[in-house]
């Protein structure tokens, strides 16, 4: 069965942190790449980060360069997503997801094609 489950969501204040974990089960982690998407209230759903798996790449969107790393631990097929300085408009509900790794870079202007998706985790930044 595929899985992939987030944790690490909460309330934190404005300037603090999270690490977010997703944990991937069911298909062949290093094929794909590793995306973390989120969506606020009434908002869209944005992808903001993703690591493709075999080679280690990253890239962000701009509203979170900075500030969100990505990273994955290969032999626990998770990935993370450090959350510091965090801002009140980064509440939301995050989400990761397998996607193909031709189409990872499109996830800042769109949601592409998206393998697995996660069931989401919650966070909220208190001003």
């Known amino acids: 069965e595929v899985q992939l489950v987030e944790s690490g969501g909460g309330l934190v204040q404005a300037g603090g942190s999270l690490r977010l974990s997703c944990v991937a089960s069911?298909?062949?982690?290093?094929?794909?790449?590793i995306a973390w998407f989120r969506q606020g209230p009434g908002k869209e759903r944005e992808g903001i980060a993703y690591?493709?798996?075999?080679?280690?790449?990253?890239d962000y969107a701009d509203s979170v360069k900075g500030r969100f790393t990505i990273s994955s631990d290969n032999k626990e097929n998770t990935v993370y997503l450090q959350m510091n300085n965090l801002k009140p408009e980064d509440t939301a509900v995050y989400y990761c997801?397998?996607?193909?790794?031709?189409?990872?870079?499109?996830?800042?202007?769109?949601?592409?094609?998206?393998?697995?998706w996660g069931k989401g985790t919650p966070v909220t930044v208190s001003s």
């Open positions: 069911g298909f062949t982690f290093v094929d794909y790449s």
């Open positions: 690591i493709q798996i075999n080679r280690g790449a990253t």
């Open positions: 997801a397998a996607v193909p790794p031709p189409v990872a870079r499109l996830i800042f202007r769109t949601v592409p094609q998206v393998d697995y």
